[in-house]
Structures are given as C-alpha cells and as structure tokens.
C-alpha cells in the first residue's frame, strides 16, 4: 500500500489540471449526480409524508413535540456538524497535525453547557423560539424583538458561511458553476422547510448525521486497517511519512534546517503549528462553549421533543455522536495527510477542504478506478447533504423568529389564528430563504470563513447572557437584557470590524509584493535552466506552471485592493490583535443585563420569578406531545 | 393565565430540597467542565514543553490530554444525565403530582 502512495498521488494531480474542472473527473460525474440523486429523493419522499402532517404551528416549528430523545440527538448533530466540521476539521488535521484536532475539542465541550443550563428550562417553559424563553418574564413585545433581530442577526452571518462555503465546495468536486449550486442548495432547502417544517426539517438532518457518521466510519476503517487498527502504530506512521515530514518542514521555514527527519514528524503531532496565539484560542473557546447554547437554531431542537428527559437523552446521544465524529476526524486528516499528500491538498484547496474526499478517492482505488470514483462521489454528496441541512435548520430558526416573534407577538399582539401563522411562517422561510441566496451569490469570493465565529460570538455575547440571567437570576428584567444583547451583539461585532480578520490593504500588499517579485525570480532561473538542459524539459515546464500559478493569485490579491489604503471601516491597519472578540465581549454581553437589571425594578419580572423558576425545575404546565 | 400558586410551591420544602441540590450538582460539574476544557488551550499554549513530552511510542502528553477531554466530556454529561434521571426527575415528579390538580 505505502509503494502505491507514491504513483496514486502523480495521479491524482495528473487528474486535477485546474481545480475549475472539479475534484471528479468528466467520465465518472453521473456517478456523483446518481448518488446526490438518491439521497435528494429519500428526503422528497420523507418531507413529502411531511408535508401531510404539518398543519398546526406545533407541528411546523416544533415537530409536534413527538421527536424522540435519540431522533433529537441525530437531528442535532445534523444540525451542527456543518460542511466546516467534516471538511474543515479534517482538512487542517492534514495540514496542521495536532493543532486541528485541538480545535475540534471546543465544538464538542459546547454541549455541557447545553445539557446543564439551557437543554431542560428551555423545554419546560419554552414553545417555538428565543424570544418565548425571554418574553416569559420580560416584556414581551421587547423581547420578542430582541430576540428576533439577533435570531435572524446570528443565524445570517452562519448562513452566509454556509452558502459561500457550499457553493464554493461544490464547484471544486463537481465543477458546477458556483451560482448555480448556491440556487440549488437554497431551493431544495426551501422546498423541505416550506412544505416539511421541522418534521421534514428534523428528517433531512438525521438522515444527514447517519450519512455523514457512515462514510466517516468507512473512510477510518480502510484508512486503519493497514495498521492493524493500533493506535501507536498509525501515529508512528504519520511521524515516518515523508510528506508529512517535509509539510512540517515548509511550515516551520528555517528552524527546520536543524531538526531530523524523526524529529520533523513528531512536530506534527505537537500543537503550534497552527494556532499561534493562546488568547486568541481561549476567546474562541469561549464563543464555542458558551455560544452553542445560544444558538437560535439548537436552541429551537429542544422544543421537538415531549419531555426534559428526553431534551437531556437527545444531547448525551448528540454528544456521542459529535465527540466520535471529531475523534474520526483525527484518522481521517491524518490518513489524508499520509496517504494524499499535505502538498497535494493545500495545492487544490489552500484550506484544506479537500482532504476527506480526495483520501476517500485513494481509498478506493484512486482517480482511475470506478471504486475510488465512487467512494469520491457518496463523499461529495454526503458534504452537499451536510450543507443542506444546515441551512435549512438556520432557515427554519429565522423564519420562525420573523413570523412568530415579530409578526404574530410584535405585530399582531398574539393574535393570530393556527392557518395564519402557518402561513406567516412558510411565507418568512421563503423570504429568508432568497435573502439567503442572494447574499450567497453576492458574497462570491469573499472569505466568510471568520463569519462562523462571528456568530458563536454574537450568540454568546448576546443571547447566551439574556437566557441564563433570565433563567436563573430573580432581578433580571427588560431593560438588562436589551442592554446585554444590544451591548454585547455590537461589541462583539464591532471589535471584529477592527480587528485583523478584515482585508487590510496595505498589508496585502507588503505580504504579496515580495512573492510576486521572488517567483517571477524563480521563473526566470527555471526558464535559464531549461534551455542549459534541455533534457529536463518537462520536468521544469511542470514547475514553471506552478510559480506561474503561485505568482497570479498573489497578483490578483494585489489586483483586488488596488487604490485601496482602508479597510472596510476606514483603518490603515487592525485596531486590535485580536481575532475573535468573545474574551472582552461575553464578559461585557454578563456585566451590562446585570448593569441593565440593576438600574431599576420591575414589577412584572420579578412576579413571574417564582412561576419561571418552579416550572423549568419541574416541568409543571409545560407544553405537551401533540396528538396526531 | 393560570391559578396555580406558584409562590406556595416555589416556598414549598420539597421545591427547595429540588433547587438546593440541583444547582449545587449543576453548577460544581458546569464549573469542573469549563476549568478542564480551558486547561487545554492554556496547556498547549504556554506549556508546550510539557504536551511535547513522549508517552507511548509517537504518543504525547499533549494528544492524550486532547482525548481526554473527549472523556471527561462525555464523562460529565453521562454523571449528570444519570443523576437528573434518578434524582431530580423523582423529585420533579413528586412535585407534579401534588400540584398538578391545581390546574385551572
């Protein structure tokens, strides 16, 4: 097998001349489309039995209140794991060792603070959204607008990650033009939200997870295999490849010089590689652990199913099952790694996105043979599948705070009949639905990577302490947590604003100035080399392609700020060395509904103090299983 | 919306047996869990020194702490579900069914 790596990896980038043509090859793409056909079929069938069902708001926002505590945990983690999880995770594993699995740790983590302060209160006083959690003690047309526009705030900024990450994803392993896919992923998501509510909703992601969960557990059995499935025998694999080596080598640039082969190796399995700076992981830390559980559309999965226990059944399963996806990942970036080549990856993704579907393709037989194609295809369409529901989890979070909070809270004072809020509601998911689309298509070419930690933070900043003040502090009232979620949505959205997660052009330019300049040296040599040597023609012509590609996209990053000297919010450079703002502004979110809260009483939050607290310990009067 | 005295129960001793254990639980593991997930960014981060140091073959103290966390994660949520279950729910229950006839 380790013979083989060596000619499997000349294949594979035999068979990628440019990425435009898409990780599967022309002759093997019905392959890909059979299998996204027959999973795009099973969830029409199932949001079509759906679509039967869903007549009355509990049935459309909340499933009927009939899920299952093991069908929650599924639709969960299909909820969460995104195509950032699968892909991403997996891909800076193969590009970074230790460091990637290390970031995969705070995803995981996130869910003990789901299970012990949110999961429960959340299903024993809460009905469809946010903003029923915080109007139950506060005034509710505040705070249902709140609510509202940080729902819809929160869960654009993911969705925006999601559309142009998806888009881009499946140009680079279809091929298919990037607008295209973007209208694709948003209609069919549309058509299971729309029609299937969060019936259809809850289907698509579980059937999502066990797909995801299956090609993982299959990738890491081949992968394992030749090791004779020991755990020390695989890592020392991995210290011993000479890819591997030799990424670490490109990474740590000079020091490198003096370590061995050995040494280079085990680097990888160290952290540093990739994460620099700790304060930076910490504050991204806190986003993960404290954002998950104020996150509108995990929030709104504890409202499907009929009891507490069942809330706190569904989160054991979600976190057995995300903590094991995480742990597969590890096998798979560095199977990836081993196997496909860290130079090979970042070559056709410089994220490594990648690596899963290309480790997949070797697995089975590489870029030649109808079983790699095969594994490469069921890949693709489990990352499409991933993406869509997904989105249609955000979809259905935001439509259901446009509709039920703002229209029929805000708007019509609750009054509102069953049909009319249905309605209000399919109609809101259409709305966010094209928004979605179109943002999407706008946003092409943009990097919305730092969006998805955008929106942990905005969640943990601002949502996270207007929940738990609410739930647990008898002097929270209306003008803390409006003070707390406006203070700590706009802090943690302005400290990015200045931080160095935007485009500084000035800084673009003194980093891609001297590339350009020292490939455009190189090609020179190169080009003086190959007429002193004609013989070795090919092999040069195959490296002067490659500065050649190297020196453009340096260009074209000069090109994009050209005229430029500020950044979005008119800054010659970041006002902070900070990338993710959750260490001052969760902290600020906590400080400002208490500041908020203190400034005066109010009579109707604490009345409903001991109604609040005595039915989310207890369970008493809260909503039942819909009979159908 | 509804006539139940929830003041009557919120005092009652069996509701504060219910919210004095819960959240001492809740609140010791929440602060146990939060502690040992930072430990690992804080570790990697300015003691690098000591996730470099070898254990077991290619194995390093680092990646070990790493599945760790794994564990004492699912190790937390499986304590906690446990003792919810057997604890709290009966507790909760008992409460339910004194003052569920005080329904309107």
Redesign the interface.
Known sequence: MKRKSGLVVAGLVAAFPAAAQGAVSAEYKWLTFLVFGVIIALTMFVTYLAARRVKSTAQFYAAGRSVTGIQNGWAIAGDYLSAASFLGIAGLISLYG??G??YS??W??A???V???IA?PCRNIGKYTLGDILAFRNDPKTAKTLAAVSTITVSIFYLTAQMVGGGVLVKTLIGIDYEVSVVAVGVLMLAYVVFGGMVATTWVQIIKAVLLVSASLLLVFFTWMPYGFS??GF??A??DNPGIQAQVAKLLGDPATAMSAQELG?RF????LY?K???D??SL?LAL?FGTAGMPHILMRFFTVPT??DA??S??WA??II?GF??LTLFLGLGAAMNVGSATISGIDAGGNMAAPLLAQYIGGGADSILGNLFLAFVAAVAFATIVAVVAGLVLASASAMSHDLWVGVIKGAKATQAQEVRAARISSVIVGVIAIVIGILAKGQNVAHLVALAFAVAASSNLPAVLLTLYWKRCNTRGIALGMIVGAASAIGLVLVSPNMTYPNAVRTTNEPIVAARTTSIDAANAEMLADPARRAEIEARVVKLTAERAAAQAKIDAVAGQTRSLVGLEAPLIGLKNPGILSIPLGFLCVIFGSLLMREKRSEDMW??L???Q?????AEAASAH | MSNTDWAHIHAHPKFKELHRRKSRFLWTLMAISVAYYFLLPVGAGYFPELFKQKLWGPMNFGLVFAFSEFLVAWGIAAIYARHANRNFDALAAELQKQFEGSTP
């Open positions: 230790y460091d699995f290390m740790v705070g995981l983590v869910y003990i603070t299970l012990l302060v429960e755990l020390p890592l020392q991995a210290v085990q399995l160290e952290p540093g994460l700076n700790p304060i992981q910490i830390g652990v507490a226990k706190r059944t989160v054991l976190m057995g903590g995480y742990v001991e109604e607290y005595v039915r310990n207890t369970g008493l009067h």
